[in-house]
């Protein structure tokens, strides 16, 4: 079980249980755990350890907004108690941001070979990574830069509605959730963003009809592609065989808006189980794309890739509703994504595990705000590039940004 996981370690300082959210998992077998409450418990059980220095790769995965944060300063502040150090592998820019006191760029032929570039100061490093150019190694690692929407608001209501739905509700024994009646709009791209456990799968399935709520009526004459948040390899053939199964492979429509935007035709002859996370995420979100539907639904499409092809992702995804006026609604627990993707926002609120509640569709800024208030966190705006940067907890700009309700679109 957890305790004995833990207690083969030496002893678990009792503040470590709490900050990250391990001390009701105690009596609990890891076999039953959750994805995000293993990367929990494997964080406890790293930190726990007597060592010099620490290793933690993708430690933000499975994790959801604020477990990132949290998480993010509990490796920074313990790593400094006991007079060690940490090396981070991570794809969030959010949570490296956060912990990291320098940084290393990765850079090199994927597959190929692989180059570590000297260290950086945390803001040169993840800028000149964005920017694709190393200044002081005079490397260019990136043909174009990695450049974020501007702030100000983004899409209309002036298209036609593709979908309205009721307040829906939905009861299980432990958990409930109610959704505010809303509607979705024709080529525009929707974000979702709530914690862990608050009902934001049940939400895509209430919509995408294969769950039947307890009240309210999702109209059936919308059809609706989802992707769910993991998905399965098992299934036997190649990934050909299985596009196939739901587009005409040489349709011009599908080479320009699928094939050659997800980089599917090296992967065309693998068999599913033989791919990797981030290969079969590609593969998943293609398949969610490539049929033919009213409204396009994706559940956590980031995870599993690294930053460049979440950036990709998230443009092509983009990309993809507003060519073929289908909306598309993306669950997501990257904020820089969410930032990339998103016109408007549902914001989930409630306690995880119990009660969850989701917003109507509203614009980017008020949903941001709302969520980010919500965990206490302040996000201002990188000056050169434009990206989102968490404000340090208790700084100045953290201070006067929540004094001033600008949680996350502050210049």
């Known amino acids: 079980g957890v305790r004995e996981l833990l207690s083969s370690e030496s002893e678990v300082p009792e503040q470590l249980l709490d900050d990250l959210e391990v001390r009701s998992l105690l009596d609990r077998s890891v076999a039953d755990l959750s994805g995000g409450e293993r990367q929990r418990v494997a964080i ?31 490796i920074r502040d313990r ?36 180059v570590v570039s000297g260290r950086l100061s945390t803001r040169a490093g993840i800028n000149q990574f964005l ?6 190694e005079n490397v260019r690692i990136r043909e174009e830069a990695i450049e974020f929407p501007s702030p100000s608001e983004r899409g209309g209501q002036d298209a036609d509605p593709v ?3 009721p307040a829906l509700e939905k009861a299980f024994p432990e958990f409930s ?39 309210g009526v999702v109209p059936e004459d919308v059809t609706v592609s989802y992707k769910p948040q993991y998905i399965n390899p098992d299934e036997e053939g190649t990934v050909r065989e299985r596009l196939a199964a739901v587009a005409d492979l040489r349709s011009q429509a599908f080479r320009t808006r699928i094939r050659d935007p997800f980089d599917l035709e090296e992967l065309y002859d ?14 998943g979100v293609a398949l969610c794309l490539a049929r033919d539907a009213d409204l396009y639904l994706l559940d956590e499409p980031s995870a599993f890739l690294d930053v460049d092809r979440r950036v990709s992702l998230a443009d092509r995804i983009r990309r993809f509703a507003g060519r073929t006026e289908r909306p598309v609604l993306v669950v997501d627990h990257d904020l820089f994504v969410v930032d990339r993707i998103a016109d408007r926002l549902v914001v989930f609120e409630g306690t995880p595990g119990h009660r969850g509640h989701a ?20 996000f201002r705006r990188d000056d050169r590039t434009g990206r989102p940067r968490v404000n340090k907890p208790g700084s100045r700009l953290d201070r006067e940004q929540k004094n001033s309700g600008e949680y996350y679109y502050s210049e």
């Open 44 to 74: 406890a059980a790293t930190l726990t350890a007597d060592a010099d220095l620490y290793l933690f790769d993708e430690p933000s995965s499975f994790l959801d907004v604020g477990q990132r944060i949290r998480t993010a300063r509990v």
């Open 79 to 114: 790593v400094r108690e006991v007079d060690a150090a940490a090396l981070v592998v991570e794809h969030d820019l959010a949570s490296l941001d956060l912990l990291s006191d320098a940084i290393h760029v990765l850079y090199g032929e994927p597959g190929g070979f692989g």
């Open 131 to 136: 920017h694709g150019y190393l200044a002081e």
């Open 163 to 165: 979908l309205e739905y």
């Open 177 to 215: 959730l109610t959704v505010e009646a809303g509607r979705i709009y024709a080529g525009e791209s929707v974000g979702i963003v709530g914690e862990n456990a608050l009902g934001k799968t049940t939400f895509a399935k209430l919509l995408a009809g294969t769950l039947d709520p307890a009240a």
């Open 270 to 283: 693998r068999p599913l189980d033989a791919l990797s996370g981030g290969e079969l995420q590609r593969v």
């Open 359 to 378: 917003t109507a569709p509203r614009p980017m800024r008020d949903g941001m705000n709302a969520f980010l208030s919500s965990l206490g966190l302040t």
